[in-house]
């Protein structure tokens, strides 16, 4: 039996989830799970000081587990030891790779784009687990995707594939050319309506008004990347997606002609996708 802790870094808070997994084709088990919140982090250091925190009532002994993965918006170092480039500025380039192995003396640690584990998750678990061709989005603090190709993320020549938040779009009430990180994000909609949850914003006839553009061009988004990549689903994911106002806008601009699909796993998914990530490695290795 291996034990994994899979974490994912978002932009307002940190879900971890324990999983212990049996090997081969056996099913994964949630065993323990939990969150914190990232408001003043700005440190590395912080942020391990809070996960301790968040840790510490299960009293886990740190030598049983097999794995730690964190996911994380931006991409991973080719090493995998940690993110790169990302939105979150404390999270690009942090060394938490150490303090991590510290923590876990006797665990392998590895990063990864956190929409790639999104997906990775909802194409063997959760909503394309039927499907050899699924792509995840991802809208929460900034805009992520990943590929999964018969049950294998598709990474690119540089592990960078799928970095569609850095393509630029010009949208009514957005500067010209704004990456798409900024537009069709909960950032985005920020700018856009204001605080507060969409669907208690949208109750306001002028705000709706300045969301209609917004949902049509999103829509032209998804269009153009299903002309692209052809996958047989588009699983929609993040703190946008938890919208009900979001998918009721959505689903009539969409039809008959997108293949979309709310995720089956919700905020377990990156967890759980980082961990099977994890367990693929040790695979190879062994």
């Known amino acids: ?18 999983y212990s997994h049996p090997g081969s084709h056996r099913p994964w088990s949630r065993t323990h799970s ?8 700005t440190t590395p250091s912080v942020w391990i000081e809070r996960l301790k925190t968040s840790l510490s009532p299960f009293d886990f002994p740190p030598h049983l587990f097999t794995g730690i993965g964190i996911g994380a918006p931006g991409s991973p170092a080719p090493d995998l030891k940690s993110i ?47 499907q ?19 049950k294998q993320l ?3 020549a540089h592990r960078s594939a799928l970095e569609v938040g850095k393509i630029t779009t010009s949208l009514q009430g957005f500067p010209p050319y704004s990456p798409l990180d ?50 047989d689903v588009i699983v929609i994911g993040g703190g946008v997606s938890s919208s009900r106002r979001f998918w009721e806008e959505l689903y009539p601009l ?8 709310r995720p089956v796993l919700g905020p377990n998914g990156g967890p759980l996708g980082i ?5 693929d490695d040790s695979k190879l290795t062994a």
Request: aromatic residues 10%; charged residues 15%.
């Open 1 to 18: 039996m291996s034990i994994y802790l899979g974490i994912d870094i978002g932009g307002t808070k940190t879900r971890w989830d324990r």
């Open 34 to 41: 939990s969150f914190f919140s990232n408001q003043g982090i």
């Open 84 to 130: 790169q480039t990302s939105v979150l500025k404390w999270v690009q380039g942090s060394p938490l790779a150490s303090p991590l192995h510290e923590l876990f003396p006797s665990a392998s640690i590895r990063f990864e784009n956190d929409a790639n584990a999104f997906t990775l998750a909802e194409a063997r678990f959760g909503a394309g687990k039927k």
């Open 132 to 150: 050899n061709h699924v792509l995840g989005l991802t809208l929460g603090t900034g805009l992520g995707a990943g590929l999964v190709v018969r």
């Open 154 to 156: 598709y990474r690119g």
């Open 182 to 231: 900024q537009v069709y994000s909960g950032t985005g909609l920020q700018h856009l309506l204001g605080d507060g949850s969409l669907d208690q914003l949208l109750q306001d006839s002028k705000l709706e008004y300045r969301f209609s553009p917004w949902i049509k061009g999103f829509v032209a988004f998804l269009q153009n990347l299903q002309n692209v990549l052809d996958p």
């Open 254 to 261: 969409t039809c008959s002609r997108l293949p979309i699909k």
């Open 275 to 279: 961990c099977a990530m994890i367990a």
